[in-house]
């Protein structure tokens, strides 16, 4: 018994040394196995898409004098945010020039209460139809791609840079993929996610914070990039339909925000100089119940008459926020319909709406030297309207813009019925500032906003990527 015992011991001490052995090994290779061969780090995303089949719209049926009118389509699974650790072949000279000096960063005028103001849950969009069967986590290969300095909890780009030479192998970089997807339509959940996750990898750079509440109880954010003491104001998505503006200032947030951290010029424009002048304020989804009503198939408060969710135009209480605002509303309301859902219901008051009330708010808060108000049928600006007549720099940034990006631009609004109640109407008249309504999309393209999902044809033709995406700093550089 005795003998049968100790053969037994001998035997699990075999087996325990074996393991050791398996279980060191095991490490050991963990430890020497190269960063770039590490799992990806998926950060979490959610799908909020609904598909459907739509018809595109008639671009005939859309009013020159009325802000564009485009269709829009189903949905695709939204791609994930990717970030990889990994060797970088990004000289280390690169990194080194890429961060912000700190001086910069305190001259910030973003109070900190703003700041701070980042987290959302989905508790605070009650019809933001996303689920918890929506979250996956997948691993994308890296494409294009930022590299970032490493860090577990995000890197700040304030950080002070080390003056010790550090070769480039004892510098392992964050390689991130491109947050904003524009060919998937921006639920307002998604758009939560990718404000988010600008905020997170453009610390202090980007700052996001809440400047109104909806009907349907949908957060509006305002998204704030750079440290200047001039201010500018972008407001997009102000018609549902029109969301691919939402998707256009998204992808220039990010593309302007990486260029700025690389210290790389974009296109001819010196960033690093722009955002010193001036901070934008980006409005990038005026309309999140609206938005969810054409893009994700929600309900409005109030039934529209021939109600289409791929042409909703209209707020969740069926107003025309574009007609909403104290400009010469009495002639807009009296002039149009007195039914809320209809296409021009101005609403029941002028700046009756939450929406209207929020960038109203932000306007009088902030002091913008311009504003821009993205939209979609014309491709072309409204830039002057009789009542309000000439205003300093109007000319000059209307010159710029078109110039650049490749718009045309209206003979001067003239017929009050359609311009009253209009956002940058009633910014001219509130503060003698020029303002813009930009319309992306050429008329004989607009049809092909209802089918671009996922043709990334349509962002270099129909929104002409390559050359409106130089809107945004052409106005800071003539405003
Ligand atoms: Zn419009």
């Known amino acids: 018994m005795k003998k049968v015992t100790g053969v037994l011991a001998v035997c699990w001490l075999a087996v325990m040394l074996s393991g050791c052995q398996t279980t060191s090994s095991s490490k050991k290779s963990a430890d020497s196995q190269p960063l770039s061969s590490l799992p990806f780090v998926?950060?979490?995303?959610?799908?909020?898409?609904?598909?459907?089949?739509?018809?595109?719209?008639?671009?005939?049926e859309t009013s020159m004098s009325e802000s564009g009118d485009t269709a829009d389509t189903g949905m695709k699974e939204s791609s994930v945010p990717v970030s990889r650790v990994l060797e970088s072949s990004v000289p280390v000279s690169r990194v080194q020039e890429s961060s912000v000096p700190v001086s910069r960063v305190q001259e910030s005028s973003v109070p900190?209460?703003?700041?701070?103001?980042?987290?959302?849950?989905?508790?605070?969009?009650?019809?933001?139809?996303?689920?918890?069967?929506?979250?996956?986590?997948?691993?994308?290969?890296?494409?294009?791609?930022?590299?970032h300095e490493i860090s577990v909890n995000e890197p700040s780009v304030t950080e002070p840079q080390s003056s010790v030479a550090v070769s480039q192998a004892e510098l392992p970089q964050v390689v991130g993929q491109p947050i904003v997807d524009v060919y998937t339509p921006y639920t307002a959940a998604r758009l939560q996610r990718d404000i988010d996750a600008l905020c997170r990898r453009y610390p202090d750079?980007?700052?996001?914070?809440?400047?109104?509440?909806?009907?349907?109880?949908?957060?509006?954010?305002?998204?704030?990039?750079?440290f200047g003491s001039k201010k500018g104001c972008i407001v997009a998505g102000i018609h549902a339909r029109e969301h691919i503006t939402v998707s256009f200032t998204m992808r220039c947030l990010e593309e302007f925000a990486e260029a700025y951290r690389r210290n790389e010029p974009y296109g001819e424009y010196d960033l690093r100089q722009l955002l010193q002048v001036y901070t934008l304020y980006f409005v990038p989804m005026c309309n999140p119940d609206g938005t969810e009503i054409s893009v994700n198939g929600a309900q409005p408060l109030v039934a529209a008459a021939d109600f289409s969710p791929d042409e909703y135009k209209?707020?969740?209480?069926?107003?025309?926020?574009?007609?909403?605002?104290?400009?010469?509303?009495?002639?807009?309301?009296?002039?149009?319909?007195?039914?809320?859902?209809?296409e021009k219901y101005a609403g029941d008051h002028a700046a009756s709406e939450k929406e209207t009330q929020a960038i109203m708010s932000l306007c009088e808060e902030e002091h913008f030297a311009w504003l821009l108000d993205m939209h979609v049928v014309g491709n072309g600006i409204y830039w002057r309207d009789e009542m309000n007549g000439p205003i300093e720099g109007d000319s000059r940034m209307r010159g710029a813009i078109t110039e650049r990006c490749g718009y045309r631009y209206f003979g001067e609004s003239t017929d009050v019925t359609v311009y009253s109640g209009g956002l940058e109407n009633w910014f001219r008249y509130a503060y003698g500032k020029p303002a813009f309504c930009i319309e992306m999309v050429p008329y004989e393209q607009s049809g092909r906003v209802s089918t671009y999902i996922g043709m990334s044809s349509f962002f270099e033709e129909a929104v002409n990527w390559p050359q409106t995406k130089y809107t945004y700093l052409a106005a800071m550089d003539s405003g």
């Open 42 to 60: 998926s950060e979490v995303s959610e799908d909020t898409a609904a598909g459907s089949s739509r018809q595109p719209l008639d671009a005939s």
């Open 314 to 342: 209209l707020n969740g209480n069926g107003v025309n926020l574009n007609r909403n605002f104290p400009y010469n509303w009495e002639e807009q309301y009296t002039h149009q319909t007195f039914v809320a859902g209809e």
């Open 112 to 147: 900190v209460s703003r700041v701070q103001d980042v987290s959302v849950t989905e508790s605070s969009v009650p019809n933001a139809q996303v689920s918890q069967t929506d979250v996956s986590q997948v691993s994308v290969p890296v494409q294009e791609s930022y590299v």
């Open 205 to 226: 750079l980007v700052t996001q914070y809440t400047i109104g509440i909806t009907a349907q109880g949908r957060k509006i954010s305002c998204v704030t990039l750079g």
